[in-house]
Nanobody, 119 residues
Framework: QVQLVESGRGLVQAGGSLRLSCAASGSIVSINAMGWYRQAPGEQRELVARITSGGSTNYADSVKGRFTISRDNAKNTVYLQMNSLKPEDTAVYYC?????????????WGQGTQVTVSS
C-alpha cells in the first residue's frame, strides 16, 4: 500500500505564507500526478493545484499567482507554497497522489492538514 504523510499545518495572518509538504511511501513503482485539494466547512472538496510527472501544472483560479506546486521525484514528495494567504483560503488541505504500485494502480489521499488564515 501507499501512505501519504502531510506536514506544514498552521495558523497565519492574512498576507502571510505557509508551505505544505506531502511525502508518499510504500510499494511505489512510479508516480503520475500529485495534487492538493481543500475542503472548507460546509463546502465540497475542490482542486487547488496539480502537477504531472512531466511537470505540467494547473491551479484553481482562486489561487493562481499566489500558490505554487512543486515536486521532488527523488523523495516522492509534493509541496504547496502558499503566499499572500487570504481568510478564504482557510480549509483542510488534502494531498492526492496517483501512480503505479507493485500491486497495480493506486490513488491515495493524505489525512488532511488544517490551514487557518486570520483576518
Amino acid at each position: 500500500q501507499v501512505q501519504l504523510v502531510e506536514s506544514g499545518r498552521g495558523l497565519v495572518q492574512a498576507g502571510g505564507s505557509l508551505r505544505l509538504s506531502c511525502a508518499a511511501s510504500g510499494s511505489i513503482v512510479s508516480i503520475n500526478a500529485m495534487g492538493w485539494y481543500r475542503q472548507a466547512p460546509g463546502e465540497q472538496r475542490e482542486l487547488v493545484a496539480r502537477i504531472t510527472s512531466g511537470g505540467s501544472t494547473n491551479y484553481a483560479d482562486s489561487v493562481k499567482g499566489r500558490f505554487t506546486i512543486s515536486r521532488d521525484n527523488a523523495k516522492n514528495t509534493v509541496y504547496l507554497q502558499m503566499n499572500s494567504l487570504k481568510p478564504e483560503d482557510t480549509a483542510v488541505y488534502y494531498c492526492n497522489v496517483d501512480g503505479l504500485g507493485v500491486r497495480g494502480k493506486f490513488n491515495s489521499w493524505g489525512q488532511g492538514t488544517q490551514v487557518t488564515v486570520s483576518s
